[in-house]
């Protein structure tokens, strides 16, 4: 499924939208090919097993930059990715990011110094190794801050900082109609 899904994505220039959507049919696919149903309460998280979709383009890109590098210097992929616009501007409402900016980012994510590029991809065993160093770093600052974001959804769901507070167990509710609904809990029951 995912070969053909990214299929062409080593040009891709995306941002945290594309992600996040690549990601949310990611999940239903699998949940489908699994057999999963709401019900069954599978985070995503288990579900992608340890590479997210974001990995996967990036895993490629990296891949597809070193490619480029390593051709010769009259070469079209190379001339393009290491081209600028001589003249005029880009249109207004067209395209904000550029790929050598998208290619910048993702060797920030990845702790890959942009300036070393060359020397990196000089010799295609060590970029392999440097590429996967920075995936490796990538999947930990990924999952921590999914932990996080975890973390403080889970807080903010489960008290409320203030709101009306019950006078019989001391609960802050969330509003006045929950408070009322939680003041039944405390009636008698009526057998």
């Known amino acids: 499924?995912?070969?053909c899904f990214l299929f062409g994505c080593e040009t891709w220039t995306l941002y945290c939208r594309h992600f996040k959507?690549?990601?949310?049919?990611?999940?239903k696919s699998l949940q489908k090919i699994l057999g999963l149903?709401?019900?069954h309460k599978v985070p995503h998280t288990e579900m992608r097993n340890r590479h997210s979709?974001?990995?996967s383009v990036m895993q490629r890109q990296l891949r597809w930059i070193g490619h480029v590098i390593w051709m010769q210097s009259?070469?079209?992929?190379?001339?393009?990715?290491?081209?600028?616009?001589?003249?005029?501007q880009r249109a207004p409402g067209g395209q904000k990011k550029r790929f050598s900016d998208h290619v910048k980012a993702i060797?920030?994510?990845c702790s890959i110094p942009p300036d070393q590029l060359e020397t990196l991809t000089s010799n295609t065993e060590a970029w392999k190794d440097v590429c996967?160093?920075?995936l490796t770093a990538f999947d930990i600052n990924y999952d921590q801050e999914a932990e996080a974001r975890y973390a403080r959804q889970s807080m903010?769901?489960?008290?409320?900082?203030s709101g009306p507070r019950c006078h019989i167990s001391g609960r802050i509710c969330a509003s006045e109609f929950g408070l009322r609904i939680h003041l039944r809990s405390h009636r008698p029951s009526v057998s």
């Open 132 to 134: 996967d160093e920075g």
């Open 74 to 88: 009259n070469w079209h992929p190379r001339r393009i990715l290491y081209s600028e616009l001589q003249h005029g």
């Open 156 to 161: 903010i769901a489960s008290t409320p900082a």
């Open 107 to 109: 060797l920030k994510k």
């Open 37 to 39: 149903h709401w019900w």
């Open 53 to 55: 979709m974001e990995h």
């Open 1 to 3: 499924m995912c070969v």
């Open 21 to 27: 959507a690549l990601e949310a049919y990611h999940a």
